[in-house]
């Protein structure tokens, strides 16, 4: 499918997406955004990880679109803000490892994006950072939720009430980034790390997302139950047999996430 705002392309069984907007550095309209849901939706059980990226060379994404927004009655605010909760938790609940590769500034709704991925890389010219309360607003794709469970309420707060813009590495500090590339080496790192998921179970790894996120906010004893149910089932598997014989047989597995 052809899409004005946003790119997607596929090597083998990593997809990349880029939020393609360069000249509004990547900002999140309406259309972009609908793109971005439609594309998510379209993705196949061939797609085993997902990376997602910004076109150009200054920004992941500078935020939800300003231009668009100031206009928004209540009502419209209302609806945007479902639209772009609605692609966040579409990226959130994918059965596949998705990795942000923030590769300049991740702001507002590029922050809230990053956050929607399982994992953050970072270039060293990344900004991050949710400067909302500065246009009067608080963030509103998931970031005073997901930020706060990514580094704890006091660095949140900390964020959010100043809307300060953190660097790569103090993102990295706080825990919020993995690690921190130089520019040429973000995607590379990201397609190496998605190479050793690649060896891996995909059924198991699409289990091990749903029960960490799953158990994330429930009481322990609830969550580990999850794993306990969750691991039992996994000896139903054709890739829980192959798993263990090619282990046993000393040759690596051929999984078949099923
Ligand atoms: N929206 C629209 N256009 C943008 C945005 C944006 N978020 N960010 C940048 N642009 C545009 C600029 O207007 C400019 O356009 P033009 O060339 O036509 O004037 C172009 O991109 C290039 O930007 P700059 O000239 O400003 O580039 P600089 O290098 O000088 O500055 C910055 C880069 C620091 C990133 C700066 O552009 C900036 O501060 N951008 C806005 C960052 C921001 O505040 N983001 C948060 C937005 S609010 C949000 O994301 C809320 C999410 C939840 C919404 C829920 C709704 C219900």
């Known amino acids: 499918m052809a899409y004005e705002n946003i790119r997607l392309e596929q090597d083998g069984a990593v997809a990349t997406l880029f939020i393609d907007?360069?000249?509004?550095?990547?900002?999140?309209?309406?259309?972009?955004?609908?793109?971005?849901?439609?594309?998510l939706n379209s993705i196949g059980t061939d797609v085993r990880v997902l990376i997602v990226t910004g076109g150009g060379e200054k920004a992941?994404?500078?935020?939800?679109d300003i231009a668009e927004m100031a206009a928004l009655s209540?009502?419209?605010?209302?609806?945007?803000?479902?639209?772009?909760?609605?692609?966040?938790?579409?990226?959130?609940?994918?059965?596949?490892?998705?990795?942000a590769a923030v590769n300049g500034f991740a702001l507002g709704g590029g922050c809230e994006l990053?956050?929607?991925?399982?994992?953050?890389?970072?270039?060293e010219k990344a900004k991050l950072g949710l400067p909302e309360v500065g246009l009067g607003v608080i963030p509103g794709?998931?970031?005073?939720?997901?930020?706060?469970?990514?580094?704890?309420?006091?660095?949140?707060?900390?964020?959010?009430?100043?809307?300060?813009?953190?660097d790569a590495a103090k993102a990295k500090e706080l825990g919020l980034v993995l690690e921190v590339l130089p520019a040429e080496g973000l995607l590379p790192h990201c397609r190496e790390v998605a190479a050793k998921i690649l060896k891996n179970g995909p059924l198991a790894i699409a289990k091990a997302k749903k029960v960490i996120e799953a158990?994330?906010?429930?009481?322990?004893?609830?969550?580990?139950?999850?794993?306990?149910k969750t691991f039992g089932e996994l000896f139903g598997s054709a890739d829980q047999r192959e798993g263990m014989k090619a282990f046993l047989e000393k040759r690596p597995a051929t999984f078949t996430g099923k």
């Open 141 to 166: 794709f998931g970031g005073t939720q997901r930020l706060t469970r990514a580094v704890g309420r006091a660095r949140a707060k900390e964020l959010i009430f100043t809307g300060e813009r953190i």
């Open 215 to 228: 158990g994330a906010d429930q009481d322990l004893r609830v969550a580990n139950e999850l794993e306990r």
């Open 60 to 64: 992941f994404v500078a935020g939800a």
């Open 114 to 123: 990053a956050l929607a991925c399982d994992l953050i890389y970072a270039s």
């Open 21 to 39: 907007r360069p000249k509004a550095l990547n900002a999140l309209n309406s259309k972009t955004l609908q793109e971005l849901e439609a594309a």
């Open 74 to 99: 209540e009502a419209q605010a209302q609806e945007f803000g479902a639209l772009g909760h609605r692609v966040m938790a579409k990226l959130e609940e994918l059965p596949i490892p998705t990795i």
